[in-house]
C-alpha cells in the first residue's frame, strides 16, 4: 500500500510537468532504453510508434506517459534515467539534481552487456544522426550558396535594372529638356514673327506716310508752280498795260491833233465854199458846161467817199487784226504757260516716277537680302540640328556602349561568382574525417530548449 502511495506520489508530482515532456520528448528515442529495461513491452512499442491512429509526436508521448504510469516505481525510475540520458536538461528541470548517468536500473535488468549494448546502438544511432545531419547541412550550405548565388544573379539583375532605369530616367529628364527647349524655340519663333509683322507694318506705315509727304510735296511744288505761272502772266499783263499806257499819246499830242483835225475840216469848208462859188460862177459863164462839172464834182465827191470809206475799212481792219494779234499773243503766252507748267509736271512725274522705281528697286533688293539672310538662317539652323542630332546619336551610341561594357562586366562578374561559389561547393563535396560522438549534448539541449 506504502509503494502504491509512492508511486502514485512520484507520478503525480510528475504530472506537473507533463506538458513540458509531451512537447521536448521524442518517443522513438527513449523507447529503445525503456524496452532494455523491461518497462514496457514490444505491443506497447508497437503501439506507440506504429498506431495508425497516433500521428502526433505529442500523442505518442502521451501515450507512453500513460503506459509508464501503469507500471509503477519502476517505470518511473526507467523514465528517469532515460530522461537523464537523452534529455539531461529535462531531467535537471524536473528532479533539479545534475545527470549523474548511473543507469541502476539497465545494470540491475541486463547487466552492463545490456549497458553496453544499448550504449553501442545509441553511439551508432547517434554517428547515423550526425552523418545525417552533416549531410544536411552540407545540403544546407550548398543551398544557401546557391541562394547567393541567386541573390548574386538578383544583385546583378537589380543593378542592371537600377542602370536601365537610370538611363530611362536620364532619356526621359533629356526629352523634358528637349521639349522645354521646343517649346522656348517656339516662343522665340513666335516673338521674333511678331516682332518681325510688327516692324513691316511699321515700315509699310512709314512707307505710306513717306509716300503721303511726297505726294502733298509734289502738290504743294505744282500749286507753287501754278501760283508762280499765274504771277508771271499777271506780271506781263501788267507790264504789257503799262507799256500800252506809257505809248498812249499825251493830252497836248492829243490838242494839236484836234487842231489839226478842226483845220482840215475848216480848209474843206473853205474849200467846199470856194467849189460853190466856182460853180455858181461857172453856172454863170458856162451855163451849158453845168451839167458836166457837176457830174464831175458829184464823180469826185463820190471817190472821195469811196476812198474814205476804204480807208475807214482799212483801219477797221488794222484794228481788228491788233486786237487779234493781242489776242494771239495772249493766247500764244498762255499756251506757252502751261507749255512750261505741262513740261515741270512731267518732269515732276518723272522724278516721281523714278523715285518710285528706285524705292520699289530698294524694297526688291531688301527684299532679297531678307530672303537671302533667312535661307542663310535656316541653313546655318538646321546645319546645327544637323550637328546636334550627330552629337546626340554620339552621346547614345557612347551611352549604349557604355551600357554594353556594363552588362558585360556585371555578366563576368556573375560567372566570376558562380565559378567561386562553384568551388566552393566542390571544397565542401570534400570527405572530411568526423568523430563519433561530436555535438551529441549540444543538440540534446537545443531540443529542450
Same mark, same amino acid.
Request: hydrophobic share 30%; proline share 2%; net charge negative.
Given at each position: 500500500?506504502?509503494?502504491?502511495?509512492?508511486?502514485?506520489?512520484?507520478?503525480?508530482?510528475?504530472?506537473?510537468?507533463?506538458?513540458?515532456?509531451?512537447?521536448?520528448?521524442?518517443?522513438?528515442?527513449?523507447?529503445?532504453?525503456?524496452?532494455?529495461?523491461?518497462?514496457?513491452?514490444?505491443?506497447? *512499442?508497437?503501439?506507440?510508434?506504429?498506431?495508425?491512429?497516433?500521428?502526433?509526436?505529442?500523442?505518442?508521448?502521451?501515450?507512453?506517459?500513460?503506459?509508464?504510469?501503469?507500471?509503477?516505481?519502476?517505470?518511473?525510475?526507467?523514465?528517469?534515467?532515460?530522461?537523464?540520458?537523452?534529455?539531461?536538461?529535462?531531467?535537471?528541470?524536473?528532479?533539479?539534481?545534475?545527470?549523474?548517468?548511473?543507469?541502476?536500473?539497465?545494470?540491475?535488468?541486463?547487466?552492463?552487456?545490456?549497458?553496453?549494448?544499448?550504449?553501442?546502438?545509441?553511439?551508432?544511432?547517434?554517428?547515423?544522426?550526425?552523418?545525417?545531419?552533416?549531410?544536411?547541412?552540407?545540403?544546407?550550405?550548398?543551398?544557401?550558396?546557391?541562394?547567393?548565388?541567386?541573390?548574386?544573379?538578383?544583385?546583378?539583375?537589380?543593378?542592371?535594372?537600377?542602370?536601365?532605369?537610370?538611363?530611362?530616367?536620364?532619356?526621359?529628364?533629356?526629352?523634358?529638356?528637349?521639349?522645354?527647349?521646343?517649346?522656348?524655340?517656339?516662343?522665340?519663333?513666335?516673338?521674333?514673327?511678331?516682332?518681325?509683322?510688327?516692324?513691316?507694318?511699321?515700315?509699310?506705315?512709314?512707307?505710306?506716310?513717306?509716300?503721303?509727304?511726297?505726294?502733298?510735296?509734289?502738290?504743294?511744288?505744282?500749286?507753287?508752280?501754278?501760283?508762280?505761272?499765274?504771277?508771271?502772266?499777271?506780271?506781263?499783263?501788267?507790264?504789257?498795260?503799262?507799256?500800252?499806257?506809257?505809248?498812249?499819246?499825251?493830252?497836248?499830242?492829243?490838242?494839236?491833233?484836234?487842231?489839226?483835225?478842226?483845220?482840215?475840216?475848216?480848209?474843206?469848208?473853205?474849200?467846199?465854199?470856194?467849189?460853190?462859188?466856182?460853180?455858181?460862177?461857172?453856172?454863170?459863164?458856162?451855163?451849158?458846161?453845168?451839167?458836166?462839172?457837176?457830174?464831175?464834182?458829184?464823180?469826185?465827191?463820190?471817190?472821195?467817199?469811196?476812198?474814205?470809206?476804204?480807208?475807214?475799212?482799212?483801219?477797221?481792219?488794222?484794228?481788228?487784226?491788233?486786237?487779234?494779234?493781242?489776242?494771239?499773243?495772249?493766247?500764244?503766252?498762255?499756251?506757252?504757260?502751261?507749255?512750261?507748267?505741262?513740261?515741270?509736271?512731267?518732269?515732276?512725274?518723272?522724278?516721281?516716277?523714278?523715285?518710285?522705281?528706285?524705292?520699289?528697286? *530698294?524694297?526688291?533688293?531688301?527684299?532679297?537680302?531678307?530672303?537671302?539672310?533667312?535661307?542663310?538662317?535656316?541653313?546655318?539652323?538646321?546645319?546645327?540640328?544637323?550637328?546636334?542630332?550627330?552629337?546626340?546619336?554620339?552621346?547614345?551610341?557612347?551611352?549604349?556602349?557604355?551600357? *554594353?561594357?556594363?552588362?558585360?562586366?556585371?555578366?563576368?562578374?556573375?560567372?566570376?561568382?558562380?565559378? *567561386?561559389?562553384?568551388?566552393?561547393?566542390?571544397?565542401?563535396?570534400?570527405?572530411?574525417?568526423?568523430?563519433?560522438?561530436?555535438?551529441?549534448?549540444?543538440?540534446?539541449?537545443?531540443?529542450?530548449?
Amino acid at each position: 500500500m506504502l509503494e502504491e502511495d509512492n508511486d502514485e506520489t512520484c507520478w503525480n508530482n510528475l504530472e506537473n510537468f507533463r506538458v513540458k515532456l509531451i512537447s521536448v520528448i521524442d518517443p522513438s528515442r527513449i523507447t529503445p532504453y525503456l524496452r532494455q529495461c523491461k518497462v514496457i513491452s514490444h505491443d506497447d *512499442e508497437e503501439q506507440v510508434l506504429n498506431d495508425p491512429s497516433l500521428v502526433m509526436r505529442k500523442r505518442k508521448a502521451g501515450v507512453l506517459l500513460d503506459i509508464l504510469q501503469r507500471t509503477g516505481h519502476k517505470g518511473f525510475e526507467a523514465f528517469l534515467e532515460s530522461l537523464e540520458l537523452y534529455y539531461p536538461q529535462l531531467y535537471k528541470k524536473i528532479t533539479g539534481k545534475e545527470p549523474s548517468r548511473v543507469f541502476s536500473m539497465i545494470i540491475d535488468t541486463a547487466g552492463e552487456s545490456g549497458l553496453s549494448q544499448l550504449l553501442m546502438n545509441e553511439i551508432m544511432k547517434l554517428q547515423s544522426t550526425v552523418q545525417e545531419e552533416r549531410q544536411k547541412a552540407q545540403e544546407l550550405t550548398m543551398w544557401l550558396h546557391t541562394k547567393e548565388d541567386t541573390i548574386r544573379e538578383m544583385w546583378v539583375r537589380d543593378s542592371l535594372l537600377h542602370k536601365h532605369q537610370e538611363r530611362a530616367q536620364k532619356m526621359k529628364e533629356e526629352r523634358d529638356s528637349l521639349s522645354k527647349e521646343l517649346r522656348k524655340c517656339k516662343d522665340e519663333n513666335y516673338n521674333l514673327a511678331m516682332s518681325y509683322a510688327k516692324q513691316s507694318e511699321e515700315k509699310s506705315a512709314a512707307l505710306m506716310k513717306n509716300r503721303d509727304l511726297i505726294l502733298e510735296i509734289d502738290r504743294l511744288k505744282h500749286s507753287l508752280m501754278k501760283a508762280e505761272d499765274d504771277c508771271t502772266l499777271e506780271r506781263k499783263h501788267t507790264m504789257k498795260l503799262k507799256h500800252a499806257i506809257e505809248q498812249r499819246p499825251s493830252h497836248e499830242v492829243m490838242w494839236e491833233i484836234q487842231q489839226e483835225k478842226e483845220l482840215l475840216l475848216a480848209k474843206n469848208q473853205e474849200l467846199e465854199n470856194t467849189l460853190q462859188q466856182v460853180a455858181r460862177e461857172q453856172n454863170l459863164e458856162k451855163s451849158l458846161s453845168n451839167d458836166a462839172l457837176e457830174n464831175d464834182c458829184s464823180q469826185i465827191l463820190e471817190e472821195r467817199r469811196e476812198l474814205m470809206n476804204t480807208i475807214y475799212s482799212l483801219r477797221k481792219e488794222l484794228q481788228r487784226s491788233e486786237v487779234l494779234q493781242d489776242k494771239y499773243a495772249e493766247e500764244k503766252e498762255m499756251l506757252e504757260l502751261q507749255c512750261t507748267s505741262l513740261r515741270k509736271d512731267s518732269q515732276m512725274y518723272k522724278k516721281r516716277i523714278e523715285a518710285v522705281l528706285q524705292q520699289m528697286e *530698294e524694297v526688291a533688293s531688301e527684299r532679297d537680302q531678307a530672303l537671302l539672310t533667312r535661307e542663310q538662317f535656316y541653313m546655318q539652323y538646321s546645319k546645327n540640328l544637323v550637328e546636334r542630332d550627330a552629337y546626340r546619336k554620339q552621346i547614345r551610341e557612347l551611352g549604349e556602349r557604355c551600357d *554594353e561594357m556594363q552588362l558585360q562586366l556585371f555578366q563576368k562578374e556573375s560567372q566570376l561568382l558562380a565559378t *567561386e561559389a562553384k568551388l566552393k561547393r566542390l571544397q565542401l563535396e570534400l570527405p572530411t574525417p568526423t568523430s563519433d560522438l561530436d555535438d551529441t549534448s549540444s543538440r540534446d539541449s537545443q531540443e529542450v530548449s
